[in-house]
């Protein structure tokens, strides 16, 4: 099944970088190492044999391991030392500092732990030992740079989808606005005016009254359609009683090319009033998808309360196949990106067990 | 007769002034009538009402219609509930069930029929609901235009520019017989569906300027 998994996807490129050492494969890690070690070892010192190789090979891990967590306790302490430098020399002495300050502990307790079984033993330690403590120093150093810089780039991901969140409310500020000049102030003030006019018309001749009574017709059909859609447009009414009259202008925009199918059994929608608007456009960024870009004729919407405080918006439809064109971001992503993490939700579109193109929302209100 | 007494709740001033007025001439009505919700429920919480006709957009200072709708029936179960909005058909129930009995929706129009409003109220104070009628699709006015052809736009900006059908017909060359022949065609086009009494020029013309202003008023500059 292909199955592509949305949401901040900056942010989550960057996370998985960042993860701790014990997130990662040890045993690989571990048997990589002590593998490398042993063919350094068996090069270093051709006159051991190969069982004294491996075991040797195991005590310097061993004393790798040690080294890690010394150098890890160490680095965790410096910590607040480095992290407030700004000049990146002075980091790397600190680094080189932690860890030369580490060497003696370190190779006392690989002596101690595990006796030397020749008397190159020390030598060939120590001369791998200051190898892999300087590539470990350079790699800390290379992490650290890489660590920094993603963390500015989470840091402005951050900012991004904030900056974005406010746009997209600001925007619905002034649609609402626009939309309820258009609803309650134009609407009302033009049934005002043409039940005047018709009062006035009582008193007029009738071929005069027939060109008013047109003129009134023409005022009616713009108020009671054009200026409820352009509202509607702009800001959907969220006072209804049920979620499918939430999505009506949605069915009026779509009513000639898509067939709709909204289920939302055992929901109440007076209850999801607070999240009626991220609903709505969540579902408007879908459908126009399945329809303009899918091409889809058949559009189902099923609304899922899943819990008290959680629902599950799943939008199928019959158009084109999900494929890697589809995981295009544009607006539409974004918008959607943005209300369902206002939700402090996620969302995934995938393929069906029918073959249908399925958007699949979880969300908190 | 005992009246039945109603509580209207509408923002616009103009508007509740202009139906209280027209529903007070109703005989069998008693109104009282408030600006927003806070006022209704007050007035509720003092007084015997037996139905409610409730804007839907109550402004920001309110809660909706639908929300007072439900506080009110929470305080008197057996009160009808009629809705009188643009918005109507958003407050339609699905569900049939005794909780929506009495629940009715009337679309706003300048019509303002004062004795099918008291119908509609007198009826769901009794427990009988009345409901609008699925809202309208859009008709496109572009849709409209594009059916004309060149010679009926010309003669269509002619119209518009106040033209009657003998300076029309001397101005494109036809026969005046000609012309009525296009108009005709055109109302059809234009006006496909007339109501009684509507002026088929007048409203044509108005149909035709939406559609395309640039070419009514200053189609030949």
């Known amino acids: 099944m292909t199955r592509f998994e949305k949401g901040l996807n900056l942010r989550n490129s960057i996370v998985p970088a960042a993860k701790a050492p014990w997130h990662y494969q040890t045993p690989a890690v571990v048997a990589a190492m002590i593998g490398a070690t042993s063919v350094t070892l068996s090069v270093a010192q051709p006159s051991l044999t190969v069982a004294w190789t491996v075991k040797t090979a195991l005590s310097v891990i061993a004393g790798i391991f040690f080294l890690i967590v010394g150098l890890s306790l160490i680095l965790n302490y410096s910590k607040k030392l480095i992290s407030s430098q700004t000049k990146i020399s002075l980091k790397f002495l600190i680094y080189i500092a932690a860890n030369i300050f580490w060497i003696a502990p370190h190779y006392f307790l690989v002596n101690v732990f595990f006796p030397d079984p020749t008397i190159d033993f020390s030598r060939a330690a120590l001369r791998i030992f200051t190898a892999l403590l300087l590539f470990q120093i350079i790699s800390t150093v290379v992490a650290n740079r890489l660590n920094e810089e993603l963390t500015a780039k989470e840091e402005l991901v951050k900012e991004l989808v904030k900056q974005r969140s406010l746009i997209i409310e600001s925007e619905e500020e002034t649609r609402e606005l626009v939309s309820k000049y258009l609803h309650n102030t134009l609407q009302s003030g033009l049934v005002v005016i043409n039940h005047q006019l018709l009062e006035a018309m009582k008193s007029v001749p009738p071929a005069t009254r027939s060109r008013f009574q047109s003129i009134v017709d023409e005022l009616e059909l713009m108020r009671r359609i054009e200026i409820r859609d352009a509202s509607r447009a702009l800001s959907p009414n969220l006072d209804v009683l049920t979620f499918d009259s939430l999505l009506t202008p949605l069915l009026d925009v779509y009513r000639n090319t898509v067939k709709i199918n909204i289920r939302a059994n055992g929901v109440e929608y007076s209850r999801l009033k607070s999240i009626g608007l991220a609903l709505y456009r969540i579902t408007e960024q879908v459908t126009l998808n399945a329809a303009v870009h899918g091409a889809a004729k058949n559009i189902e919407i099923e609304l899922i309360q899943t819990n008290k405080q959680s629902l599950t918006l799943v939008i199928t439809n019959d158009g084109a196949p999900l494929n890697s064109s589809a995981l295009n971001k544009g607006t539409g992503t974004a918008i959607i990106d943005t209300w369902v993490a206002n939700l402090h939700g996620s969302w995934e579109l995938s393929l069906n067990d029918r073959g249908l193109t399925e958007f699949r929302a979880k969300l908190d209100f | ?221």
Request: proline share 5%; charged share 25%.
């Open chain 2, 1 to 221: 007769m005992k009246k039945t007494r109603v509580i209207y709740v509408e923002d616009d001033p103009t508007l509740l002034s202009i139906v209280s007025k027209l529903l007070r001439n109703q005989p069998e009505l008693e109104i009282v009538s408030v600006g927003n919700s806070a006022d209704a429920l007050a007035k509720i919480d003092s007084q015997v009402f037996h139905a409610a006709l409730l804007d839907i957009s109550l402004g920001q200072s309110s809660i909706s219609g639908i929300e007072l709708a439900h506080q009110i029936r929470s305080r008197n179960s057996d009160i009808g509930i009629v809705f009188f909005s643009q918005y109507a058909s958003s407050a339609k129930p699905t569900d049939q069930g005794d909780y929506y009995m009495g629940w009715s929706t009337i679309a706003k129009t300048a019509e303002l029929d004062g004795k099918y409003i008291s119908r509609v109220l007198v009826d769901s104070a009794l427990g009988k609901s009345h409901n609008v009628k699925a809202e309208e699709a859009s008709p496109s006015s572009a849709e409209y235009f594009r059916q004309l052809n060149p010679r009926q736009i010309k003669l269509m900006s002619l119209l518009c520019q106040g033209y009657d059908t003998g300076k029309t017909s001397q101005e494109l060359g036809l026969a005046p017989i000609t012309v009525r022949a296009e108009l005709t065609k055109i109302y059809k086009i234009l006006v496909p569906d007339p109501e009684p009494g509507t002026d088929l020029r007048t409203t044509a013309v108005l149909r035709y300027l939406r559609s395309n202003p640039d070419l009514g008023w200053f189609g030949d500059d």
